[in-house]
């Protein structure tokens, strides 16, 4: 477990300086980076790979010293290991098989999910063995809309029309997608937390697509799950969030999710983002009571642990 600067910040302590780690610090930026990655076929076996996740995870705090490491892996590992293809192409990005009816939800496990994804929790542990003290090791997963655009999706996209149209016209089985990518989600970050990571991270990068009147339903009500659920199991780890600009705000501290320093506080779940308005929110026209109640929730969580 880390002591330094990173975590000390998150439980309030203020520092002359903040600590300092960057977005994606592990990465091809890096010349030491390329000879590693020359070594593996693919990108999940690159991830797949503890050793080498390990070396590309240090690499970063070597050459800069940062307050925290980032454990080298992927949001996609999820879908991978309950059983959608998935593959990387050179210089395309990330492509999945993609999810076209809810009869291909029968073909998704959590079961594989723990063996499938030992190398990361490997990874993780040799990579707090190999960390200095002071420096925090942070894992991270994707939230679950962000998951269900790229399984949907089959990938990135523009307008992420696939997602809309399941969402709008099917919103009891696309709950369904997001109720198996919660659980799924939890196991991910708790078996993170076992093998030594000190705080973990989601990351909704597809969440700006969202109108105000989904954003609670399909982004934070399942973000506020999957922060009680890991808590429950480990009361003291700080969670964060970091969601897409929802509203146009680019570039600034504390926008498109991304706290300023002396905004941050132990064990928050943080979403910062102010939604557009568009179309209505099937599931909160059957049940106005439940969106509501969803949104008091979620009050009600950042304000007991703010």
Not at 156 to 167: N, Y
Not at 262 to 278: F, I, K
Request: proline share 8%; net charge positive; aromatic share 8%.
């Amino acid at each position: 477990m880390s002591s330094g600067k990173f975590l000390e910040t998150l439980a309030g302590t203020r520092f002359a300086t903040p600590p300092i780690w960057l977005m994606r610090q592990a990465g091809r930026y890096l010349p030491e980076y390329h000879v590693v990655r020359a070594t593996t076929r693919s990108f999940l076996e690159f991830c797949y790979t503890p050793a080498k996740a390990v070396e590309v995870t240090l690499q970063p705090i070597r050459r800069f010293g940062f307050d925290a490491a980032i454990i080298f892996s992927d949001i996609l590992v999820i879908p991978d290991a309950l059983g959608q293809k998935v593959w990387y192409e050179e210089g395309e990005g990330p492509k999945l098989e993609a999810l076209t009816n809810p009869a291909q939800f029968g073909r998704l496990s959590r079961a594989r999910l723990p063996e499938h994804l030992a190398p990361v929790y490997e990874a993780i542990r040799l990579a707090r063995a190999a960390l200095p003290k002071e420096t925090a090791l942070l894992g991270f997963a994707g939230a679950p809309f962000t998951l269900a655009c790229y399984m949907i999706e089959g990938g990135g996209s523009r307008d992420f029309a696939k997602v809309k149209s399941w969402a709008y016209s099917h919103p009891d089985s696309f709950g369904l997608l997001i109720d198996l990518l919660v659980e799924a989600i939890v196991d991910h970050l708790t078996y993170q937390i076992d093998a030594g990571a000190d705080a973990v991270q989601l990351f909704d990068s597809c969440a700006g697509v969202l109108p105000e009147e989904q954003l609670f339903g399909w982004s934070l009500e399942p973000m506020v799950r999957i922060a009680h659920a890991v808590r429950s199991r480990h009361p003291k780890i700080p969670i964060q969030s970091r969601s897409a600009d929802a509203g146009g705000r680019r570039g600034r501290p504390g926008t498109r999710g991304h706290p300023h320093p002396r905004q941050a506080r132990p064990r928050l779940v943080r979403v910062q983002s102010r939604p557009r308005r568009g179309a209505a929110d099937a599931a909160g026209q059957r049940d106005p009571a439940r969106r509501h109640r969803a949104q008091l929730e979620a009050v009600r969580f950042m304000r007991a642990t703010s």
